[in-house]
């Protein structure tokens, strides 16, 4: 019901756009996030974003990641720059509503030279 996409391979330095598109069954979303796992790591929340386009950020990523939302196309996004090989991992979109939660199933970042 949430299908990302946009992960690959990056050198350091440079950037990619992930998308996470929520199907039509998926009604009245609040927040949507980005959240991300790196192995051997607990899944940590990478940014989130309010219907009304409120954001906050993982400290880690302020100032180099930048979250946004359609909420026409119920699509959320997240513009990654000055990527750094410590944002290695799989990254989930998150939707939620006021009676329940929705996982993408994450797409692989991998930054290195």
């Known amino acids: 019901q949430l299908q990302a996409s946009g992960g690959g391979l990056v050198q350091p330095g440079g950037s990619l756009r992930l998308s996470c598109a929520a199907s039509g069954s998926i009604f009245r979303i609040n927040d949507m996030g980005w959240y991300r796992q790196a192995p051997g790591k607990l899944r940590e929340v990478v940014a989130t974003?309010?219907?009304?386009?409120?954001?906050n950020y993982a400290e880690s990523v302020e100032g180099r990641f930048t979250i946004s939302r359609d909420n026409a196309k119920n699509t959320v996004y997240l513009q990654m720059n000055s990527l750094k090989p410590e944002d290695t991992a799989v990254y989930y979109c998150?939707?939620?509503?006021?009676?329940?939660?929705?996982w993408g199933q994450g797409t692989l970042v991998t930054v290195s030279s």
């Open positions: 998150k939707a939620v509503t006021v009676a329940a939660f929705f």
């Open positions: 974003i309010g219907s009304g386009g409120s954001a």
